[in-house]
């Protein structure tokens, strides 16, 4: 009943801000024009069509918003306009009262703002669809942002999440595609990162760890800063960090009359993009432009910076490895291994004809290759590809489903920052280095220092345990004894089964003989 409530007041939220008829405007059918001007006949919208879109949206709660930020990114296949106002969603959603900020700092910490911190801005410096931010400044001088979780967060997801699951049951139940889409999979992928969003000790972990592997020691200090966590300042509902000052990636008039390299800047976003998918393992998964800005301090000019940290991504050395692989095949046009790829990690059924894989893919991506960004649209390549993996019943990977909306994000950023941006360029020679390192001979001895200190508690034990095994009896003999044992009692319960078998059979013949000879006689 409440799933059935909330759908109720989706529609109605939909039918308020006029989206059906954004929605029957954006439709290319006859029928679809003739119910328009029906529609059409009542009170028409005041509002523009994307700031409807944009109030609905925030109307409807916290994964609509995400939702929204995600669509503000994807210029090329949404229109300007209502682009242009989906974009206030990343960091320009509504603020809740400073008062109840104040009071779940309080909660959290055991002391009020203004005791914790020597100075601490009541009104909020941004407000996006999880929590809100507040400037503050520690006694020791320091400057700091304080993140606070909304209030009531939970349950307004649970209730969203509640009817995701209801509709990818019938999805599932009903359509063609269902089992293969595993759309109860994906919603449970999304559920697990929305609750790691609503705890920010653990946003707090993955910032610390983002921070770790751009550190000072590992080369890439130059491409990504994080801030730094302040821990006696965090808890479930409360997130200190290091203020960071910069300009938003988006604002490029900006960032050139600032003399930023942006070709160089779009490159280096690719890179990091590869970078913390392929070399790590853990990367960023909320990249859009509210999240992402650029240093303006003349010591790091250039130099990105990461903000909110609630969710990120990470995959296995198993869907590192295929994913480089498959990357790099479709960088090559090797579109044979592409298709050999999908078959070996079972991404489509083994009986899959690898050859007609092989065209079908060549089919869709052959026309993109050496196209600037601005002509290519990987969206559209997504949706082609996603429309041929019907024919081969491709299984949906939950696991990446993260992966391919953080792709969609860099993507749009880097059409924001250079248009001619070669993506595929970019990103190529990341990989063929990478594959190198773990196919080559430095690969192998990284893998054999990380292996050390099991070997190293291996290896004194080994010549007790092949004594031990040349010492035990040999087992041989008594197996191949139990299974003679097992021959010869299958051979009895054969012959039992063949005389049982004669007897039914001399039975029913004497049983069919004695009816036909009664027969006979009357």
């Known amino acids: 009943m409440l799933t059935f409530l909330r759908l109720a007041y989706i529609l109605w939220i939909g039918l308020r801000y006029r989206l059906d008829e954004l929605l029957l405007s954006g439709i290319q059918h006859p029928w679809a024009h003739r119910l328009l001007?029906?529609?059409?006949?009542?009170?028409?919208?005041?509002?523009?069509?994307?700031?409807?879109?944009?109030?609905?949206?925030?109307?409807?709660g916290p994964i609509y918003v995400k939702f929204g930020q995600v669509l503000s990114t994807r210029r090329d296949l949404v229109p300007q306009d209502i682009a242009d106002e989906l974009a206030r969603l990343q960091d320009r959603v509504p603020p809740f009262p400073s008062d109840q900020a104040a009071a779940i700092i309080r909660e959290s910490l055991g002391d009020t703002p203004q005791n914790l911190f020597a100075r601490f801005e009541r009104d909020p410096v941004a407000s996006a669809s999880i929590a809100q931010v507040h400037f503050a400044e520690l006694?020791?001088?320091?400057?700091?942002?304080?993140?606070?979780?909304?209030?009531?967060?939970?349950?307004?997801?649970?209730?969203?999440?509640?009817?995701?699951?209801?509709?990818?049951?019938?999805?599932?139940?009903?359509?063609?595609?269902?089992?293969?889409?595993?759309?109860?999979?994906?919603?449970?992928?999304?559920?697990?990162?929305?609750?790691?969003?609503?705890?920010?000790?653990?946003?707090?972990?993955?910032?610390?760890?983002?921070?770790r592997n751009f550190g000072p020691d590992t080369g890439r200090a130059h491409l990504l800063r994080v801030p730094e966590v302040v821990w006696e300042y965090c808890a479930s509902q409360v997130f200190t960090m290091e203020r960071m000052r910069g300009v938003p990636v988006s604002q490029v008039d900006r960032l050139r009359a600032l003399g930023v390299d942006i070709p160089l800047l779009a490159r280096q976003g690719v890179e990091i993009f590869f970078m913390q998918v392929f070399s790590d393992g853990f990367f960023h998964a909320d990249m859009h432009p509210g999240n992402i800005y650029v240093s303006d301090d003349p010591e790091t000019l250039g130099r990105y910076i990461a903000l909110d940290f609630g969710i990120v991504g990470s995959l296995s050395e198993f869907d590192k490895n295929y994913l480089a692989q498959n990357f790099l095949a479709f960088f090559q046009r090797d579109y044979r291994r592409v298709a050999q790829l999908h078959i070996e990690s079972g991404w489509v059924p083994p009986t899959t004809r690898e050859e007609e894989l092989e065209g079908a893919v060549r089919a869709v991506c052959e026309p993109y290759f050496d196209r600037p960004l601005a002509e290519i649209s990987l969206g559209q390549v997504l949706l082609r590809l996603f429309q041929t993996s019907r024919r081969f019943n491709v299984e949906i990977q939950p696991q990446l489903v993260l992966l391919q909306k953080t792709l969609l994000n860099v993507e749009g950023m880097g059409r924001e920052l250079d248009p001619n941006l070669d993506l595929w360029q970019t990103a190529k020679p990341f990989l063929e280095k990478w594959m190198h390192q773990r196919v080559g001979l430095r690969g192998l001895r990284q893998r054999l220092d990380q292996e050390a200190s099991q070997w190293s508690q291996i290896l004194p034990q080994i010549p007790r345990l092949v004594y031990a095994r040349l010492n035990h009896p040999d087992p041989g003999p008594a197996m191949r004894a139990e299974l003679e044992r097992l021959r010869r009692a299958q051979d009895r319960s054969n012959t039992l089964l063949a005389v049982l078998c004669g007897i039914l059979a001399t039975g029913l013949a004497v049983a069919v003989w004695a009816l036909t000879r009664g027969a006979g006689g009357v």
């Open 37 to 60: 001007k029906i529609v059409r006949l009542g009170r028409r919208p005041r509002r523009p069509r994307g700031e409807r879109l944009r109030l609905a949206l925030e109307t409807l």
């Open 139 to 211: 006694h020791d001088g320091r400057e700091v942002a304080v993140k606070v979780l909304r209030p009531g967060m939970r349950e307004a997801i649970e209730r969203d999440l509640t009817l995701l699951r209801t509709l990818a049951g019938l999805v599932e139940r009903m359509a063609p595609d269902g089992r293969r889409l595993k759309p109860r999979e994906v919603v449970a992928e999304f559920d697990k990162y929305l609750h790691d969003e609503l705890d920010l000790i653990r946003e707090a972990a993955n910032c610390s760890q983002l921070r």
